[in-house]
């Protein structure tokens, strides 16, 4: 006799064991990319995408079950579409109305079948644990191997930067603004034959000092912002976590919670923190969509689906996503604008994304399309043609925001500052000169009533809050040595070489 004849067909028990399968099911996708991307998610991000599944996959069970009155057929129905919308995605080239006529003839056969389907979804719900329980035990095993690092772990940098009780007589507002891979001049005119005179013509007319031969101390954007709002190399990363682990997620931890903000607050500044993007918060950006972002973890699992076929507003097909990317980015811009406004004294730290890849804007901020996903093609010529429009549009968009900010508060503290230079492939210049460009970046600063302003000596990002809290607060922060380090085998694995 079927396991299944020992409950009554309509019992609490067959209504239960009908819908596990499917909610197993509608699991492993977030499950496994989570777990194959753990060592850059927090564990938070994946709580809103399985919660939202497991509400929709049991919704559609109920209404299936009011319909056909049979908690098996409801829950072989509702596994087939689960299968539909979440696995379109199996690693083989499937059209999508091959695939749908697939899952509707799956349908057609559960409908019209008078066998006791128990067995069939008990079987499901055993494949589908199976699959579910992996990812799953994984997720479990890392979180617990690796607990949270903060900023204020004294054994990540090796001195205390904050600072004793100080007289402190002027406060004013800090703007910190972090244009993404925004190269340094002389190799805009070198690679790209570019001449930016008038952007930094306009900045110098604005009272900003330039830097002609910053850098910056690694290779990526993540570790350079994190050193950057920590003042500080991330050797101790290495010390804490072990310089083999791959586990990212710290750097995220300290960006959004640096001593940069600790410092400022500690002598009663408000901190706020912005990002068209979410590179700077460790569990997501609150002031913008989870899906607006394409390689959030939530864009990415639903572009895994069904949807990454569609566009409009309710699809992540690319035109779609880089439709909501482009709202994200000018709602941010807006919300920046709106907080010069407000009262101060505030530290505002601001990253953009732009002007690096996606490609999706042109000069004057109309919309582009780049002709490619692949990293290959973007960090080729073609993307490189694609860069400069898109760096022109973010050079009037910082022009905007410096205008709006003087409007509003004459004496603000300005840092334009590039987390990194260019990303290039190696095919296109060769990894000599791609490594060398991917540390030179722009670095601007406009600190009204400070004399005889000049880029940090040695002019390496790391040292800029040093010398701008030096010049606002009367700290005596010494400047570091100048290094930078290429990317390694391991995140913090570093090789650093002297800048001369």
Same mark, same amino acid.
């Given at each position: 006799?079927?396991?299944?004849?020992?409950?009554?067909?309509?019992?609490?028990?067959?209504?239960?064991?009908?819908?596990?399968?499917?909610?197993?099911?509608?699991?492993?996708?977030?499950?496994?990319?989570?777990?194959?991307?753990?060592t850059e998610l927090p564990l938070a991000v994946i709580w809103q995408p399985l919660g939202l599944s497991f509400l929709a996959t049991a919704l559609l069970y109920g209404v299936l079950a009011l319909v056909t009155r049979n908690w098996w057929k409801a829950g072989a129905l509702t596994a087939v579409a689960v299968l539909w919308f979440f696995y379109f995605d199996l690693g083989i080239s499937v059209g999508l109305w091959l695939w749908s006529g697939l899952c509707v003839a799956a349908a057609v056969a559960i409908v019209l079948t008078h066998r006791d389907l128990g067995n069939l979804v008990f079987a499901v719900g055993v494949a589908a644990l199976v699959l579910t329980a992996s990812p799953a035990l994984k997720i479990a095993s890392f979180q617990h191997r690796h607990p949270a690092v903060k900023a204020s772990d004294l054994r990540l940098w090796g001195d205390d930067l904050l600072p004793?009780?100080?007289?402190?007589?002027?406060?004013?507002?800090?703007?910190?603004?972090?244009?993404?891979?925004?190269? @340094?001049?002389?190799?805009?005119? +070198?690679?790209?034959?570019?001449?930016?005179?008038?952007?930094?013509?306009?900045? #110098?007319?604005?009272?900003?000092?330039?830097?002609? =031969?910053?850098?910056?101390?690694?290779?990526?954007?993540?570790?350079?912002?994190?050193?950057?709002?920590?003042?500080?190399?991330? =050797?101790?990363?290495?010390?804490?976590?072990?310089?083999?682990?791959?586990?990212? +997620?710290?750097?995220?931890?300290?960006?959004?919670?640096?001593?940069?903000?600790?410092?400022? !607050?500690?002598?009663?500044?408000?901190?706020?923190?912005?990002?068209?993007?979410?590179?700077?918060?460790?569990?997501?950006?609150?002031?913008?969509?989870?899906?607006?972002?394409?390689?959030? &973890?939530?864009?990415?699992?639903?572009?895994?689906?069904?949807?990454?076929?569609?566009?409009?507003?309710?699809?992540?097909?690319?035109?779609? !996503? =880089?439709?909501?990317?482009?709202?994200?980015?000018?709602?941010?811009?807006?919300?920046?604008?709106?907080?010069?406004?407000?009262?101060?004294?505030?530290?505002?730290?601001?990253?953009?994304?732009?002007?690096?890849?996606? &490609?999706?804007?042109?000069?004057?901020?109309?919309?582009?399309?780049?002709?490619?996903?692949?990293? #290959?093609?973007?960090?080729?010529?073609?993307?490189?043609? &694609?860069?400069?429009?898109?760096?022109?549009?973010? #050079?009037?968009?910082?022009?905007?925001?410096?205008?709006?900010?003087?409007?509003?508060?004459?004496?603000?503290?300005?840092?334009?500052?590039?987390?990194?230079?260019?990303?290039?492939?190696?095919?296109?210049?060769?990894?000599?000169?791609?490594?060398?460009?991917?540390?030179?970046?722009?670095?601007?600063?406009?600190?009204?009533?400070?004399?005889?302003?000049?880029?940090?000596?040695?002019?390496?990002?790391?040292?800029?809050?040093?010398?701008?809290?030096?010049?606002?607060?009367?700290?005596?922060?010494?400047?570091? @040595?100048?290094?930078?380090?290429?990317?390694?085998?391991?995140?913090?694995?570093?090789?650093?070489? @002297?800048? +001369?």
């Amino acid at each position: 006799m079927a396991w299944t004849r020992r409950f009554p067909a309509m019992s609490v028990v067959a209504a239960v064991a009908g819908l596990v399968p499917a909610l197993l099911l509608v699991a492993h996708p977030p499950l496994t990319l989570f777990e194959q991307n753990q060592t850059e998610l927090p564990l938070a991000v994946i709580w809103q995408p399985l919660g939202l599944s497991f509400l929709a996959t049991a919704l559609l069970y109920g209404v299936l079950a009011l319909v056909t009155r049979n908690w098996w057929k409801a829950g072989a129905l509702t596994a087939v579409a689960v299968l539909w919308f979440f696995y379109f995605d199996l690693g083989i080239s499937v059209g999508l109305w091959l695939w749908s006529g697939l899952c509707v003839a799956a349908a057609v056969a559960i409908v019209l079948t008078h066998r006791d389907l128990g067995n069939l979804v008990f079987a499901v719900g055993v494949a589908a644990l199976v699959l579910t329980a992996s990812p799953a035990l994984k997720i479990a095993s890392f979180q617990h191997r690796h607990p949270a690092v903060k900023a204020s772990d004294l054994r990540l940098w090796g001195d205390d930067l904050l600072p004793t009780p100080i007289s402190v007589s002027r406060r004013p507002d800090i703007y910190v603004l972090i244009p993404d891979d925004y190269a @340094r001049a002389d190799v805009l005119r +070198r690679y790209f034959r570019y001449d930016n005179a008038a952007f930094v013509g306009e900045l #110098e007319r604005r009272g900003f000092t330039i830097s002609n =031969d910053s850098r910056s101390p690694y290779s990526d954007s993540e570790s350079n912002i994190a050193s950057a709002l920590n003042m500080g190399y991330l =050797d101790g990363l290495g010390r804490v976590l072990g310089t083999t682990s791959q586990d990212v +997620r710290p750097l995220k931890t300290v960006m959004e919670d640096s001593r940069t903000s600790r410092i400022a !607050q500690a002598v009663g500044y408000r901190y706020v923190h912005l990002d068209t993007d979410e590179v700077t918060f460790a569990a997501g950006n609150p002031d913008i969509s989870s899906v607006a972002v394409p390689d959030s &973890y939530p864009s990415l699992w639903l572009r895994k689906s069904v949807l990454r076929e569609i566009g409009g507003r309710l699809g992540f097909d690319d035109g779609a !996503q =880089d439709e909501r990317f482009r709202r994200s980015y000018r709602s941010s811009f807006a919300r920046l604008d709106s907080v010069a406004a407000q009262p101060g004294p505030k530290l505002v730290v601001f990253h953009t994304l732009l002007p690096h890849d996606p &490609y999706i804007f042109g000069a004057r901020g109309q919309s582009v399309t780049f002709p490619s996903t692949s990293d #290959e093609v973007i960090h080729s010529r073609l993307g490189m043609k &694609y860069y400069l429009p898109q760096l022109e549009y973010v #050079e009037l968009r910082l022009l905007h925001i410096v205008d709006t900010i003087r409007r509003h508060s004459k004496d603000a503290a300005i840092v334009i500052q590039a987390d990194e230079g260019f990303e290039s492939g190696d095919r296109t210049f060769g990894e000599a000169t791609a490594r060398d460009i991917r540390v030179k970046g722009l670095v601007a600063l406009s600190l009204p009533g400070v004399s005889g302003v000049r880029a940090p000596q040695p002019p390496n990002t790391v040292n800029t809050m040093r010398y701008v809290f030096n010049q606002l607060f009367g700290t005596r922060y010494s400047m570091l @040595r100048s290094t930078s380090a290429p990317d390694g085998d391991y995140p913090y694995q570093w090789e650093h070489f @002297r800048v +001369r």
